[in-house]
């Protein structure tokens, strides 16, 4: 008989498990191949799709999937009685609040423009805006958007956060749409559900103010795509966009050749910096079931 407690799965073979936990990865224990019935404690490798997630109907006696993202939709329809998920909610908070701001900065300083000049070996000297002096409007105040708030604090600029609760100190949504035209920068960084898919539609970005820039690292859609398309032919706003719907945005796709876009392939969190933290994160998370603790970040999915 196993003197093992949980048989945790994850991407790393040197994560560093409780005594009484066996480990297994896809270097000893592939998941095409393998007694899945044996696994416990499920962590998904970061950015996989279904493929990963598939196996879990395979998993007869998993008692937890620990997602190491902070979304976690995509493992929602894979969660059947009896099994615990959670999230990895504080783990991605800095890498993501960089690439925002990054972001931020890059389109008010024209880095896309410039790039593009350089691409032709022209010195292409033109007057563009600044960070500083923004009004900032960032939807979402968890633990990323509260991080995000922390950098752009920085600098000078005048922040309103948004929340569906209304918590840390934002506003509640029925103000959003009161304060949208103020905005020189509007942040999307809120997780995705029913209530917040195509929040942000034709409405609401007919009320950005002329020239304002729409940052999305949240989730595609988050975003009514078609109506973003449209409002960007206009010449009206910009977008830099971590995330699209579709995602992964097919080659041909309009949203590639919208005017005033940047757009990144989903790197938001997914920096040199996930290594150490996602896995830190784990060891930790693991040691305080270990210990008889409930696990941090449990998703009420019947609340959802």
């Known amino acids: 008989m196993s003197t093992f407690t949980h048989t945790v799965w994850s991407q790393w073979p040197d994560l560093v498990v409780p005594d009484n936990f066996k480990r297994l990865s896809e270097?000893?224990?592939?998941?095409?191949?393998?007694?899945?019935?044996?696994?416990?404690?499920?962590?998904?490798?970061y950015m996989t799709g279904v493929e990963y997630l598939e196996p879990i109907k395979a998993m007869t006696n998993l008692e937890i999937v620990q997602v190491p993202n902070a979304g976690f939709e995509?493992?929602?329809?894979?969660?059947?009685?009896?099994?615990?998920?959670?999230?990895?909610?504080?783990v991605h908070n800095a890498s993501t609040a960089e690439l925002a701001v990054g972001m931020a900065i890059a389109m008010k300083r024209g880095f896309p423009d410039f790039i593009r000049a350089q691409d032709k070996a022209?010195?292409?000297?033109?007057?563009?805006?600044?960070?500083?002096?923004?009004?900032?409007?960032?939807?979402?105040?968890?633990?990323?958007?509260?991080?995000?708030?922390?950098?752009?604090?920085?600098y000078e600029v005048n922040i309103k956060s948004f929340?569906?609760?209304?918590?840390?100190?934002?506003?509640?949504?029925?103000?959003?749409?009161?304060?949208?035209?103020?905005?020189?920068?509007?942040?999307?960084?809120?997780?995705?559900?029913?209530?917040?898919?195509?929040?942000i539609d034709a409405r609401r970005l007919a009320l950005l103010k002329d020239g304002a820039i729409l940052i999305?690292?949240?989730?595609?859609?988050?975003?009514?795509?078609?109506a973003l398309v449209a409002e960007l032919k206009t010449g009206r706003i910009s977008a830099a966009l971590d995330v699209t719907d579709p995602e992964?945005?097919?080659?041909?796709?309009?949203?590639?050749?919208?005017?005033?876009?940047?757009?990144?392939?989903?790197?938001?969190?997914?920096?040199?910096?996930?290594?150490?933290?996602?896995?830190r994160f784990m060891e930790e998370q693991l040691q305080r079931i270990a210990a008889g603790l409930e696990p941090r970040n449990i998703i009420e999915v019947e609340k959802l």
């Open 74 to 90: 995509s493992a929602l329809p894979y969660i059947r009685e009896g099994i615990t998920l959670c999230n990895a909610r504080g």
């Open 122 to 154: 022209l010195w292409s000297h033109e007057r563009m805006g600044s960070l500083n002096d923004s009004n900032i409007g960032i939807i979402g105040a968890g633990s990323i958007g509260q991080t995000l708030a922390i950098f752009l604090a920085t």
């Open 216 to 226: 999305n690292v949240a989730r595609g859609k988050v975003v009514d795509t078609d």
């Open 248 to 279: 992964p945005l097919p080659a041909d796709h309009p949203l590639w050749h919208a005017p005033n876009v940047m757009i990144t392939p989903h790197v938001g969190g997914d920096s040199e910096a996930f290594e150490k933290r996602g896995k």
């Open 163 to 199: 929340s569906r609760s209304g918590m840390n100190g934002s506003f509640a949504m029925d103000k959003l749409d009161e304060y949208l035209p103020t905005f020189d920068i509007l942040f999307l960084i809120i997780p995705l559900n029913p209530e917040s898919k195509h929040l």
């Open 27 to 45: 270097s000893n224990y592939p998941l095409d191949s393998s007694d899945l019935s044996k696994i416990t404690i499920y962590i998904p490798p």
